[in-house]
């Protein structure tokens, strides 16, 4: 950048309360809080098609951590079949017919690393609402009164 620009655009000098996390109170609103830090830390992927190559690459970073949990570290195994749904059950008792397929847990280091990728693709999530004027924290309550008026109907 010439002098000339950056004299006409001059960068805020950061303060170290620029940098802090921002407070937890009793009572404040998590995603909201999330987002301001999203909104204020996003500076390099801001336009909306960064953010949603960066979305994507960052679903795919789960996807790989969890695979990796199984192929390489092996503290999950996958053990998938067909879901055997007895006949004549309502769907209230299918829950207690279907499997994830999964055995075994997350160890320590499997567990941080899918943490950290689920954190990097939330962080991507919620930089589209904030480009998009969204607020995570409205979708938030308005699908969880989908999920909670439709039940089992709601993904249907």
């Not at 960066?54 to 951590?65: G, H, I, M, N, P």
């Not at 999964?102 to 499997?110: A, D, P, T, V």
Request: hydrophobic residues 40%; glycine residues 4%; contains cysteine.
């Amino acid at each position: 950048m010439t002098p000339e620009a950056q004299q006409s655009h001059p960068v805020p000098a950061a303060t170290e309360q620029d940098h802090a996390a921002p407070s937890s109170a009793a009572g404040t609103n998590l995603a909201a809080e999330f987002q301001a830090a999203v909104s204020q830390y996003l500076i390099r992927h801001r336009s909306i098609l960064d953010i949603l190559a960066k979305l994507q690459e960052t679903s795919a970073r789960v996807q790989r951590a969890v695979s990796r949990a199984v192929t390489e570290c092996g503290c999950l195994e996958v053990h998938a079949q067909r879901q055997q749904i007895p006949q004549g059950i309502s769907y209230w008792e299918m829950r207690a017919h279907v499997s994830t397929h999964l055995s075994g847990s997350l160890c320590e280091q499997c567990r941080e690393v899918l943490e950290m990728e689920l954190g990097h693709n939330l962080f991507y999530l919620t930089a589209l609402c904030e480009a998009l004027n969204l607020q995570s924290d409205d979708i938030l309550r308005q699908e969880m009164k989908r999920v909670t008026t439709l039940g089992v109907f709601n993904l249907t």
